[in-house]
């Protein structure tokens, strides 16, 4: 069965600072991969999603992530954050083959300061 | 389209009660899920179904039943309900993928935030 590891539970940082928020997983199979987003009292959207090909993915709003397979890694990145990235982030992955099910890192919370 | 539609938003429930939550969504997904979020836990899942009238446990079903009598309609109850079972409950759909087929992300509703007293 798959598994995720979200190392940090909070990461706060300055406004236009960089920022990574790592996530690890583990599976015996080939896998999907994605990160969600979840806004105060809101539900999660999709950020950005790995499924094959290219190992950068980019999201609309400047995150990107990359698929590292040796070291069963998906990592998100930005360069400069904004105020308005505050939120709580969840790396997610799927198996692929069978029910397709997803299974959620425990989350992290950024919190971006002025 | 409304995608998924979650109702109702909030509820307080006392220890014993019962409910039911109902999932609808209008993009004629497949598959459908219901999860649970605890603060640091992430999301469960805690039933989920790949068709009308199938369904099948997730990682955390005991306390929950389910039902999928419409496609449309994901019910999701609690026949007694415990103070274990506060929590915000989602539920997400996604389309079939055809063999050789793009995966389909799922996508979920705003949430019901249920205490139970």
């Known amino acids: 069965a798959q598994s995720v590891t979200q190392l940090d539970s909070q990461v706060p940082v300055f406004e236009e600072a960089p920022v990574e928020l790592r996530c690890n997983y583990s599976s015996s199979v080939s896998v999907y991969l994605f990160w969600y987003v979840q806004y105060p009292n809101q539900g999660l959207q999709l950020l950005l999603k790995y499924l094959s090909g290219s190992t950068l993915v980019e999201s609309i709003n400047g995150f990107e992530a990359e698929f590292n397979k040796s070291q069963t890694s998906f990592h998100l990145r930005k360069p400069s954050v904004h105020i308005s990235d505050t939120a709580e982030y969840f790396c997610?992955?799927?198996?692929?083959?069978?029910?397709?099910?997803?299974?959620f890192g425990k989350g992290t919370k950024l919190t971006v300061n002025p | 389209n409304a995608g998924v539609t979650q109702t109702p938003k909030f509820r307080v429930l006392k220890t014993g009660q019962s409910m039911t939550l109902l999932c609808a969504q209008d993009m004629n997904h497949e598959y459908m899920y219901w999860y649970r979020q605890d603060p640091g836990m992430g999301l469960r899942l805690i039933h989920y179904?790949?068709?009308?009238?199938?369904?099948a446990k997730g990682e955390v079903p005991d306390g929950y039943n389910v039902s999928r009598l419409k496609k449309q309609n994901f019910l999701l109850g609690l026949e007694s309900a415990a103070p274990s079972q506060t929590s915000v409950y989602f539920c997400?759909?996604?389309?079939?993928?055809?063999?050789?087929?793009?995966?389909?992300?799922?996508?979920f509703g705003p949430g019901t935030r249920l205490t139970v007293l």
């Open positions: 997400a759909s996604r389309p079939f993928r055809t063999s050789g087929g793009t995966y389909n992300e799922q996508f």
């Open positions: 179904s790949v068709g009308e009238g199938t369904t």
């Open positions: 997610a992955v799927s198996e692929k083959g069978g029910s397709e099910k997803l299974v």
